[in-house]
């Protein structure tokens, strides 16, 4: 069966549906098991790679509408870019039961302690593996001014290490 370019387009919109109706599970999954979510970090890096996504979505969509001539062939790179800016605003949340990032979910009993770096970063050492058999880390990186307050935040949940 060979598909036409007009049908793989709508196969394509299809899946990226899909993507979506998952993703809306996931969210749903992670507010169940985390709880509510207690305070957003918001990461130096956070804004470029918001605008890099848009300005990366807005010329994709806007050459395949130049080179296609119709809307319809733009619309599966619209819904990848806002998949991709909706992850990058859910990334790095402090909820009531743990910490959620764009692609785990971290209990705080999977938290082995946090350390500062300087004064406006923050790595936080957890149990869970990586592929390479290390202990997954996070590390945020946020404005001076904010790092006060998410320290206390994490000083609630977690054991500090200096």
């Known amino acids: 069966m060979h598909l036409n370019e007009t049908e793989a387009v709508y196969v394509f919109i299809l899946l990226s549906l899909g ?9 749903h999954r992670k507010k169940r098991r985390l709880g509510k979510i207690q305070y957003k970090v918001v990461t130096v890096n956070r804004n470029f790679f918001i605008v890099t996504w848009i300005l990366i979505t807005i010329s994709l ?3 395949k509408i130049a ?3 119709s809307v319809l062939f733009a619309i599966p790179w619209g819904i990848i870019g806002l998949l991709a800016i909706v992850s990058i605003f859910r990334d790095n949340e402090i909820r009531e039961k743990g910490i959620s990032t764009s ?3 971290i209990e705080w009993s999977d938290i082995q302690y946090y350390k500062s770096i300087d004064e406006s970063t923050v790595e936080i050492v957890t149990n869970k593996k990586t592929f ?3 202990n997954k880390r ?3 990186d946020v404005e001076e001014r904010k790092f006060v307050e998410l320290l206390g935040i994490l000083e609630k949940h ?5």
Do not use: F, P
Request: charged share 30%.
């Open 132 to 134: 390479w058999r290390k």
């Open 138 to 140: 996070l590390r945020w």
């Open 61 to 63: 969509m806007a050459g």
């Open 158 to 162: 977690i054991t500090s290490q200096t």
């Open 19 to 27: 993507i979506v109706i998952y993703e809306i599970y996931r969210e």
């Open 103 to 105: 692609n785990d979910i």
């Open 67 to 69: 080179l296609k001539g």
